[in-house]
């Protein structure tokens, strides 16, 4: 591996173009880890309104939803990430997080738990962004990590997208006459592709949160310092989860 500024000339020009490179590689990788998300998650909701025969209407919006906008999709979603910057995506993945516990105790209220992975979409961009921002700081090589950490992201997103319009377009048919090995394996495992999501999202979001606190931190010159921003936050925070609770 090898450093791709490293024999170029020490320029203030070449190291924002770095910068910026650095950036959008990484909105990138936030992007294609939402498309996954809205991948699989598409599979899920389409093999539950197949077996339910009071939500075809929704089966069919599903269906009829315009796969050529999803790249326009990564792409723009890749320019805001990048644009974002790591300070705001890490207070937006604190404030996901308490909405987040905020959600899940109030399942028992009668909450939908499928709401947070609609809601956290744009957060989870904003995670993984901030992840690779901690992950990566000082390292000698990178942006080549960013580049083959965006490769293995885009290869991801593209085997979940085809997967779900292969499961949009043929899953009903190929489960029926039962010849196809990935709609069979979704035939018998279906159901547990939310528990997959929400435990990669609970490690993501982990992740996420200690590099917020870490990068949010860095900015401080004492513990005085951080103690003063934190304290009011948190406060401000925990009333606002407590009020959610009450109107719930």
Not at 20 to 45: E, K, P, W
Not at 166 to 177: A, I, K, N, W
Request: charged fraction near 15%.
């Amino acid at each position: 591996m090898f450093s791709l500024g490293s024999w170029l000339p020490a320029l203030p020009g070449l190291a924002w173009g770095w910068a910026l490179l650095d950036a959008l590689l990484q909105g990138l990788v936030g992007a294609c880890a939402v498309s996954v998300l809205c991948s699989l998650l598409r599979v899920y909701l389409y093999i539950q309104c197949l077996n339910d025969p009071e939500r075809q209407a929704e089966k069919e919006a599903i269906r009829a939803q315009r796969w050529v906008l999803e790249p326009l999709h990564v792409v723009v979603l890749t320019g805001v990430l990048a644009l974002v910057g790591s300070r705001v995506a890490a207070l937006v993945v604190l404030e996901f997080s308490l909405r987040a516990v905020s959600t899940v105790l109030s399942l028992g209220k009668g909450a939908r738990s499928s709401q947070l992975y609609l809601l956290c979409q744009y957060s989870l961009g904003c995670g993984v962004s901030c992840g690779l921002t901690f992950l990566l700081e000082g390292a000698p090589h990178s942006t080549c990590n960013l580049v083959l950490a965006a490769g293995l992201a885009g290869l991801l997103a593209t085997y979940a997208r085809r997967l779900a319009r292969h499961v949009c377009t043929l899953y009903e048919l190929h489960s029926r006459e039962r010849y196809c090995g990935i709609c069979i394996l979704l035939l018998t495992a279906g159901h547990g592709i939310l528990r997959l999501l929400r435990n990669a999202l609970a490690v993501t979001f982990t992740v996420a949160d200690l590099a917020a606190v870490a990068l949010i931190n860095r900015d401080f010159l004492s513990t005085a310092e951080a103690i003063r921003f934190w304290t009011p936050l948190t406060i401000c925070y925990t009333l606002l989860v407590i009020y959610m609770q009450g109107q719930k």
